[in-house]
């Protein structure tokens, strides 16, 4: 063999050939202000009268009892206020939750701490959404006194699953080790707080390493995404009901990533159509794959990021900053322990997606459902019931200028829905229903004026 053959030899041997695929850099709209302790994890909330006004809460673990909690941030990356507790993990939000006669907007969280039953919890918190009116608390604790206890000897992954047949909220939490997945039923307590109850246990022996701590639910489409951080996603059913704990698929078990697979969250368009999104901390990337499919799109590097963690994301309009949508991801800790917020148009424009879809806030109305109606007379009168995608109507009724209540029952006779209305236009009031508590069905709309009823109606939705 010739020296020149030995040379090039050698070169392949010390230099293989290898493909590098295109790497699409995004950039930066805002951060976070540094907190200098353990950040990792966000949940974005849609402000239902201003998308503008909405917020990022971030959780902070720490390192002490004093500097651990939750921020809330404004869309700019200004922080708005700090609700401080012990050691809070990967915050979820969902819309339009009815516990009891209420129906709110929560953010779950995870309390952690190792074997210890006083902090290794499940915190509640109502999202008041006239926080900047008001001047009151962002968040109020709705957690029952007793606590909520997690099944995990240290609960270190979190996920919402709200349940659209019936409302129904459910918690998911991963432990630290290969221990199985507990799901918890968050229900009203009767008494202004909530309560919960495990309702299934299952998964540990489909886990190949030893830390799941991303997990994202897709409600309509009713499956669990729990992130097995070393190896794959683990795909399953959400709704407990259905008796069904079998792996469905694992995905994300090459792509380009190098461990961890931290955070993972939903894209969600209204048609059931969007894409996932789960952080690819070794290669400080994002991943996208399609929501129905979980087939591979592509990876997008965001401006700033050093060391990935938590994200999340939303198809819902936030105003000129972000038209379609916003992302919000973790920066690292190398970077102060921040997050940035990215506009969704560069990353689909990046990656070449589809037009964005421009999604509706969960729990404002349900333009599918049509409607059909029939009234009984009240003293001669027969006011109207009217309902679409800006809830129920009540046309005609000749109200007295006082502040009623609407109440909606179902045929079992339990109320399921109950609204304040202080003022009237024409005769007309309207009271905004939440599109998962009205089904096809017949309901009994009833109209109160303190302790008087002034109507009672029945409305039959198709």
Not at 318 to 338: D, I, K, N, R, W
Not at 369 to 395: E, M, S, W, Y
């Amino acid at each position: 063999m010739s020296l020149t053959s030995r040379l090039i030899l050698l070169v392949f041997i010390f230099f293989p050939l290898f493909t590098v695929s295109a790497q699409i850099s995004i950039p930066k709209k805002f951060t976070t202000a540094s907190t200098g302790n353990d950040v990792d994890d966000c949940a974005i909330w849609v402000n239902p009268s201003d998308p503008e006004k909405s917020l990022v809460f971030v959780n902070d673990k720490g390192p002490a009892v004093e500097y651990g909690g939750l921020y809330a941030y404004t869309l700019d990356g200004t922080l708005l206020q700090k609700t401080l507790f012990h050691r809070p993990q990967n915050p979820d939000i969902r819309y339009s939750v009815v516990f009891g006669d209420d129906t709110i907007d929560v953010l779950v969280c995870v309390d952690r701490e190792s074997g210890n039953n006083t902090y290794n919890k499940i915190r509640i918190f109502k999202i008041n959404p006239s926080y900047a009116e008001t001047l009151d608390g962002v968040l109020t604790e709705i957690t029952t006194s007793d606590g909520i206890l997690t099944g995990q000897n240290e609960a270190y992954g979190h996920g919402l699953y709200l349940r659209p047949s019936d409302g129904a909220l459910f918690s998911i939490v991963a432990g630290c080790s290969q221990t199985d997945f507990t799901q918890i039923r968050l229900e009203s307590d009767g008494a202004g707080k909530v309560k919960g109850t495990i309702v299934r246990k299952w998964g540990g022996s489909d886990i190949k390493g030893d830390l799941c701590e991303g997990i994202c639910c897709d409600d309509e489409l009713g499956y669990i995404y729990i992130s097995d951080e070393n190896y794959q996603i683990l795909k399953y059913y959400a709704d407990p009901d259905k008796n069904e704990n079998t792996l469905i698929s694992a995905f994300a078990k090459d792509d380009g990533i190098v461990a961890d697979r931290e955070g993972i969250n939903i894209y969600r368009c209204d048609d059931n159509n969007g894409y996932i999104l789960l952080s690819n901390q070794g290669k400080n990337e994002i991943i996208v794959y399609d929501r129905v499919t979980n087939e591979f799109i592509g990876s997008v590097i965001p401006d700033g990021m050093m060391d990935c963690d938590g994200l999340d994301v939303t198809a819902i309009p936030l105003g000129s900053q972000f038209p379609h949508g916003m992302a919000a991801f973790h920066l690292g800790t190398a970077s102060g322990s921040q997050f940035g917020f990215y506009d969704w148009s560069d990353i689909a424009s990046g990656l070449n997606l589809s037009t964005p879809c421009d999604a509706k806030r969960p729990g404002s109305g349900n333009s599918a459902i049509t409607k059909r109606h029939k009234c009984t007379k009240i003293a001669g009168k027969r006011p109207v019931l009217q309902f679409d995608n800006q809830g129920i109507h009540l046309k005609n009724a000749s109200f007295p200028d006082l502040s009623i209540t609407i109440s909606i029952f179902n045929v079992q006779g339990k109320k399921i829905h109950s609204q304040h209305i202080s003022n009237q236009i024409n005769g007309e009031a309207i009271i905004t229903v939440p599109c998962h508590i009205v089904h096809s069905g017949i309901y009994m709309v009833k109209c109160n004026a303190g302790n008087n009823t002034l109507f009672t109606g029945m409305l039959t939705i198709e």
